[in-house]
């Protein structure tokens, strides 16, 4: 979830159009207008020359029409000038502020008619990060999953604005338990977090967890 796919389309005077499309949980998710430049929070690691775009979405639990079923969202950014090998980096950005996903694409050098050649879209992988003490800072979006994961129920997981109750973080008990499997799973992810920065409990949300976590690698908390 939230890791956008990306296509660039040639558009007639030479410029691109970026689609990108978003698969959510739920259509409680609205897109809003791509806002150009990279998160504050994703500044160490945006790629020398690239350029970045923020794909914002809205979580509304308000509409009562709107189903609990997976579905995409779509963004559509016009008049891109590229050139070969040119970068391009979105980042997925719920309106809280907090990072879902990041992915780049790169438009490929190479002739057919003229025109330039298929591009390559994938997650971002310059993405990674190291901290002054060496070890490497793990994604905002990997953070979150990590999150998610270390509940006693994952597959309760919605949005970013959930109480971490819902994921059964239900006591104080079960606010350590889930600092600890968080713990683990920076470990496993190449990462590292003391778990007496992480700000968990059955009240915190989703995203607010996930932020104490990327934040706390570096010492910030």
């Not at 775009?53 to 009562?64: A, H, M, S, T, V």
């Not at 950014?77 to 979105?90: E, Q, T």
Request: proline share 8%; glycine share 10%.
């Amino acid at each position: 979830m939230f890791l956008p796919k990306l296509q660039l389309i040639p558009e007639d005077d030479g410029e691109y159009s970026l689609l990108s499309t978003t698969p959510v949980p739920s259509s409680f998710y609205k897109g809003l207008p791509a806002v150009k430049g990279a998160p504050k929070s994703m500044a160490f690691a945006v790629g020398k020359g690239a350029q970045n775009w923020q794909l914002p979405i809205r979580y509304e639990d308000k509409n009562k029409k709107a189903s609990p079923k997976p579905r995409n969202v779509y963004h559509r950014i016009r008049d891109l000038k590229l050139n070969p090998g040119a970068v391009v980096v979105v980042h997925v950005v719920l309106d809280s502020g907090v990072v879902l996903g990041t992915a780049s694409i790169t438009l490929a050098s190479g002739a057919s008619e003229g025109r330039l050649a298929t591009v390559h879209s994938s997650p971002v992988s310059f993405h990674v990060d190291v901290t002054a003490e060496g070890v490497q800072r793990v994604p905002a979006s990997q953070c979150m999953q990590i999150v998610v994961n270390a509940t006693p129920k994952p597959g309760k997981f919605t949005n970013p604005g959930q109480a971490l109750q819902e994921l059964g973080v239900v006591d104080t008990i079960q606010t350590k338990l889930h600092a600890s499997g968080i713990e683990q799973g920076m470990k496993a992810a190449g990462g590292s977090i003391d778990p007496n920065k992480i700000f968990s409990g059955p009240s915190v949300s989703v995203g607010t967890c996930t932020a104490s976590v990327f934040q706390g690698q570096d010492g910030s908390l």
